[in-house]
């Protein structure tokens, strides 16, 4: 089945520490997104990435890193600089859209990380 | 400052009825428009998308209305069902955004048997 995965579902960590959540997809789709989601919220755009080994900060990386260096997989760091770490991750991915053509494709989701710091 | 907004927090429905949902959006260089459905602890899914070039699209129960004039977007769903209670987001991309979607904050439908 193609699709996204993020692991794991439930995720605690001790405040101070840095957690990794992982993002895997194999829908052999070039671009990558983090968000992460607050309760009465919308979705905040945290890292994208639209091709191997570049990324680019969203609205609200601060606190957190990424790395791109495979095309199937996209994980995020939550470092202890991220003050405020307890929220809902989910990560995307969609069809290329570099090189000027913008396409009209839609995002693909995973099923969500939910990280809570103690 | 949201450039896309969901004014309504919730809304309750009854099954069988219909379902409007309403979006606006400030910034002029959105061309493409996306509904999605999630529940809860789960990943958002896609419904439907239009793209400012159209005026309405519609796929099965799900029709997606564009006002471009007044910045406007809204899902009709006809007729409302159960299953349909869930938090619907609104999503925009802009030229030059590289497919980046700026979301609003969701509005939950209620749909009561």
């Known amino acids: 089945d193609g699709g996204i995965t993020q692991s794991p579902k439930y995720l605690f960590r001790k405040e101070g520490q840095n957690v990794t959540l992982s993002c895997e997809q194999n829908l052999n789709h070039d671009a990558m997104y983090w968000y992460r989601q607050d309760p009465g919220q919308g979705l905040r755009l945290i890292y994208y990435?639209?091709?191997?080994?570049?990324?680019q900060k969203g609205d609200i990386a601060e606190g957190y890193s990424v790395s791109r260096e495979k095309k199937e997989s996209f994980p995020l760091t939550v470092t202890s600089a991220q003050k405020n770490p307890t929220a809902f991750y989910l990560c995307?991915?969609?069809?290329?859209?570099?090189?000027?053509?913008?396409?009209?494709?839609?995002?693909?989701f995973g099923p969500g990380t939910r990280l809570t710091v103690l | 400052d949201q450039q896309v907004k969901q004014n309504s927090p919730s809304l309750s429905v009854q099954e069988g009825r219909i379902s409007i949902l309403n979006c606006d959006y400030t910034?002029?260089?959105?061309?493409?428009f996306l509904w999605y459905k999630k529940y809860p602890a789960e990943g958002p899914t896609f419904l439907i998308s239009i793209s400012s070039i159209k005026d309405k699209n519609e796929d099965g129960r799900f029709t997606v209305f564009l006002n471009k004039s007044a910045k406007h977007l809204s899902l009709h769903i006809v007729p409302s069902q159960p299953g349909d209670s869930a938090v619907y987001f609104c999503a925009a991309s802009a030229r030059g955004s590289q497919g980046n979607l700026i979301f609003g904050k969701g509005t939950k439908l209620s749909v009561k048997p």
């Open positions: 910034n002029s260089m959105f061309d493409y």
């Open positions: 995307a991915s969609s069809i290329d859209t570099r090189g000027g053509t913008r396409g009209l494709n839609e995002q693909f």
């Open positions: 990435s639209q091709i191997v080994n570049d990324f």
